[in-house]
């Protein structure tokens, strides 16, 4: 997994070995259970967030945890994985694989754990014009009036690149984009009664 995630990374021009050896990064495959046994999360990232001076870390992905807790612990043990993540004063990432029924309204966790967290960005990827586009969304942003456009984003060697909004399109998130009716109804009325 690890030869994985490093060749993944090399195609979008990211040297991981590299950062690995100057102290910048460190790649730590586990399982879910460990994290989840009494003092898991000390023994398995403790010693490396102290090695590298840690600031932020991703975790990918939280949903893994479902495959060892019953639904009903899920809350509690994603709260007791955030709160230890917080207490050693890092700045967290952690991705959660949310299930997206078509034209549906989107639960963002299933768990109602959003609570935990100070901001969701929900990524999804949406056909418009028989292209398939990557969109992105800040759901949440605690204590900021943030930006609540839908925008295309792309994955480059130089990182994320956040795009322009989506103009001219409505329910892109959902899965079923249509043009927007207004922008239709104008041009149907500036081309019938526009011009004289």
Request: net charge neutral; proline share 4%.
């Amino acid at each position: 997994m690890p030869d994985q995630i490093y060749r993944d990374a090399k195609n979008f021009g990211w040297d991981l070995p590299k950062l690995e050896k100057e102290g910048k990064f460190k790649l730590i495959c586990t399982t879910p259970n460990l994290l989840l046994e009494e003092d898991g999360a000390e023994i398995i990232l403790g010693e490396p967030i102290k090695e590298i001076n840690a600031k932020r870390i991703v975790i990918d992905s939280i949903t893994h945890l479902e495959m060892f807790i019953p639904p009903i612990d899920m809350r509690k043990e994603a709260y007791r994985l955030l709160r230890f993540l917080k207490v050693k004063g890092l700045s967290s990432m952690c991705l959660w694989e949310s299930t997206q029924t078509i034209g549906l309204s989107i639960a963002v966790t299933e768990f109602g754990i959003s609570f935990l967290v100070d901001c969701i960005i929900l990524l999804n990827t949406v056909e418009i014009e028989s292209t398939m586009r990557k969109a992105l969304v800040i759901m949440k942003m605690r204590g900021s009036n943030h930006d609540k456009r839908l925008r295309e984003f792309e994955i480059t060697s130089n990182g994320i690149n956040v795009l322009a909004p989506f103009r001219d399109y409505e329910g892109v998130i959902t899965g079923t984009p249509r043009k927007s009716v207004t922008d239709e109804l104008a041009k149907a009325w500036i081309s019938n009664f526009g011009k004289k």
